[in-house]
């Protein structure tokens, strides 16, 4: 978002979006055994086997700038985040240590 020269981001639950509005990335916070679905049902239907990436970086890196930059390419990867050990270290009590 842009607003008075001011660029942000805002993080909001799916529901809370308001009319016409269009989110540009969307995060899910998975266990494995649904982290391996999604990766499976990435490359379904598209070419090649390598539509899922797991960059490394910062949590904040992993979690908004490589996904807005993927959101900006011709054939988007879809991402895999929450690798950064810090941040899985002080999100752990918030979010369990299953979760991606």
């Given amino acids: 978002m842009n ?3 001011v660029t942000y981001t805002v ?3 799916l529901e809370k ?3 016409g509005e269009k989110p540009k ?3 899910f916070l998975v266990d494995a055994d649904q982290l391996t679905a999604l990766t499976v049902l990435a490359n379904y239907a ?3 086997n390598d539509n899922v990436r797991i960059p490394f970086g910062a ?3 992993t979690f908004a700038l490589y996904p ?3 959101s900006e390419q011709a054939v988007p990867h879809a991402l895999i985040g929450l690798t950064d050990i810090s941040a899985r270290f002080y999100l752990r009590k ?3 240590r299953e979760f991606m």
């Fill in 3 to 5: 607003a008075g020269g």
């Fill in 11 to 13: 993080v909001k639950p």
């Fill in 17 to 19: 979006l308001f009319p």
């Fill in 25 to 27: 990335v969307v995060a």
């Fill in 46 to 48: 598209r070419p090649g």
């Fill in 59 to 61: 949590g904040c890196m």
């Fill in 68 to 70: 807005f930059y993927e």
């Fill in 94 to 96: 918030a979010l369990g």
